[in-house]
């Protein structure tokens, strides 16, 4: 059974940061892309960050220098620390794991992330 656990999120205010962590069971975390989508209410869900099995990554350009993407294959574990946190940034964030050749994407169940004074 896969399983992605999301963790860190929280309530913060503005400036501040956050670390949210997915750790992963019943795949073979390092052949997986690992990716960081959030939603926003009454918007679609967006790609925040990505990471592929290989440690190439990606940005969304609302996120890029203050957001960093990160995985530890030994932990099966992918990070997402965010600085500078804007309410722009306050969502649910999900964890999501996809094989391309495989054809297999993952959910997790999400983690609410909140900036506000």
């Known amino acids: 059974q896969v399983q992605l656990v999301e963790s860190g999120g929280g309530l913060v205010q503005p400036g501040g940061s956050l670390r949210l962590s997915c750790a992963a069971s019943g795949i073979i975390f390092r052949l997986y892309g690992m990716g960081w989508y959030r939603q926003a209410p009454g918007k679609q869900r967006e790609l925040v960050a990505g990471?592929?099995?290989?440690?190439?990554?990606n940005y969304a350009d609302s996120v890029k220098g203050r957001f960093t993407i990160s995985r530890d294959n030994a932990k099966n574990t992918v990070y997402l620390q965010m600085n500078s946190l804007k309410p722009d940034d306050t969502a649910v964030y999900y964890c999501?794991?996809?094989?391309?050749?495989?054809?297999?994407?993952?959910w997790g169940q999400g983690t609410q992330v909140t900036v506000s004074s």
């Open positions: 990471i592929r099995s290989g440690g190439m990554v």
């Open positions: 999501n794991a996809h094989h391309t050749t495989a054809g297999t994407d993952y």
